[in-house]
């Protein structure tokens, strides 16, 4: 679309010279046209959009430095700060809208950067992720990385993908909550199987170990054995 038929439609659907996001967006969506996402892509920024049609003396209703002001100000009635909860503190408050936010620093990432809070916003993704675990473990029979990830595309939670995004890996995520089903072997419990074994065994060699705890179902699982190739290699 030619940018004269973006400008007369912006014009069209500005009100009394004030276009914000979401009365263009209303309008859009009856009228048609580039969508709110795709004049951001092209412009850059919806106050590059306002100046394209020369409504760039519309005024906000808070400044940047307001609006950053009143972030800390959510951030420390909150004890959090995510897109979430400050949409619901702000709508209590008469304090600047999620979207005012968003328009004003491009993003809500960038504003919490801005205001020195993108450390507290890491903190909350993190308690999210060991609230859906717990949640998840209490729920699902088997509870593993495939079972899980089911559960959260399904209830909407973090996905496997953050997890280990965030904790680096599944197992790690389950160590550091407490929910690794693995359990811990001390040095004696390994001599005790290395020297069971080597009764039974005509050979006692790595591979040897793991064919003989399987077949005697000791509870001995991958862990145990692979301390124990260490100790035959």
């Not at 912006?10 to 009394?16: E, F, K, N, S, W």
Request: proline share 3%; net charge neutral; glycine share 6%.
């Amino acid at each position: 679309m030619e940018e004269k038929q973006v400008i007369h439609q912006l014009r069209t659907a500005a009100d009394d010279g004030r276009l914000t996001i979401h009365m263009y967006q209303q309008w859009q969506q009856a009228n048609g046209g580039p969508t709110v996402l795709e004049l951001l892509e092209v412009y850059g920024s919806w106050a590059n959009v306002l100046r394209l049609v020369g409504f760039e003396n519309q005024m906000p209703r808070f400044t940047k430095s307001e609006m950053l002001r009143t972030l800390r100000r959510a951030a420390k009635d909150l004890g959090s700060i995510s897109s979430a909860d400050y949409r619901k503190w702000a709508h209590d408050h008469d304090a600047p809208t999620l979207t005012e936010v968003v328009i004003q620093f491009g993003s809500w990432k960038v504003a919490l950067i801005e205001a020195d809070l993108l450390g507290m916003m890491a903190k909350d993704q993190k308690i999210e992720i060991i609230q859906a675990l717990l949640d998840a473990s209490d729920e699902i029979e088997p509870f593993n990385s495939t079972t899980y990830a089911k559960w959260a595309k399904a209830n909407q939670r973090p996905s496997i993908t953050k997890v280990v995004r965030r904790f680096g890996s599944w197992t790690q995520a389950l160590e550091e909550i407490g929910l690794s089903t693995r359990k811990a072997f001390t040095e004696q419990d390994i001599l005790s199987a290395l020297k069971e074994a080597s009764e039974d065994l005509a050979v006692l060699s790595p591979w040897g170990y793991e064919i003989w705890q399987k077949k005697t179902g000791k509870d001995r699982r991958l862990k145990i054995s692979n301390r124990c190739s260490v100790l035959l290699t």
